[in-house]
């Protein structure tokens, strides 16, 4: 690895250690479905979204939920003498990648077949901090 690489993979790795993010891959839901209820939260504050995520009739919002709480608790790992309601932690990005699809055969008439496919999808969400509240 050159010089260079390796001064920008380094610049790379500090600036994500400074994160707290959690991953979801294989979540067996649509990307389409899950993209709705992310964009719901999408740049809320944490407490607010764990409210609206709470109480969301959809299925994708109890896993999102989970992740959330995930990322919540990777950043108490990483700032243990932190408060996380004078951090101010927010959801700065959050985002759906669809994952492998599972293809399968479902009979159709007069002796054909059709295709049915079964998406999953990969959940990012990185956790943001806005100390300017300081009221």
Known sequence: MGVRKKQRADAIKESKSNLAFAKLNNCPTSPRKMRLV??????????????VLKFSKKEAAQRVEKLLLSAIANWQQKNEDADIEQ??????????DSARMLKRLRPAPQGRAHRIRKRSNHVTLVLGENNNLES
């Open 38 to 51: 992310t964009d719901l939260v999408r740049g809320m504050e944490v407490e607010k979204a764990l409210q």
């Open 87 to 96: 951090a101010g932690l927010f959801i700065k990005e959050i985002k759906v």
